[in-house]
């Protein structure tokens, strides 16, 4: 099937002495590695994350879908949600907001009592991943965590 895992050390790959400053800005450091794959998909997960996970269902889901982007997420308590990035999501669980550590989390739909908080496991279609990053690399009001 042509899969395969490729393992990328973080390093100084831009100019000037900045490393990595979150995940946007590691995958956008090393889009010409991506690009040289021409993968029709990207999976993206936290390097400091440690259990077994078979991605092939979330895949399949995302494909079934039709979606350009899955956040794989958990339902946490509202309270605890200001410690993460958390989404908000409509009735067909599109996401309609990401926002990282909110002081007033979005409520899961259905359960106001809890937030859906990101796991850091991300499937894009590669064009949209590339898209959305060189979209965020001209926003000069972006975070710098992620360009």
């Not at 000037?16 to 010409?32: H, P, S």
């Amino acid at each position: 099937m042509n899969e395969f895992v490729d393992l990328l050390p973080a390093q100084q790959r831009m100019q000037g002495e900045n490393w990595y400053r979150g995940t946007a800005d590691a995958v956008t450091q090393n889009l010409d590695i991506i690009r040289r794959y021409k993968a029709e998909y990207v999976v993206i997960l936290a390097g400091d994350h440690i259990y077994k996970q078979d991605y092939s269902r979330m895949l399949i889901d995302h494909f079934e879908k039709g979606a350009r982007c899955t956040v794989a997420c958990m339902p946490v308590p509202i309270e605890e949600a200001t410690a993460f990035g958390v989404m908000a999501v409509d009735e067909g669980d599109k996401i309609i907001e990401f926002v990282e550590k909110p002081a007033n989390p979005p409520a899961m739909p259905g359960d106001a009592t809890k937030s859906l908080a990101s796991m850091g496991i991300y499937i894009f279609n590669a064009d949209y991943l590339y898209e959305l990053l060189e979209e965020d690399d001209k926003d000069d009001t972006s975070s710098p965590r992620f360009r």
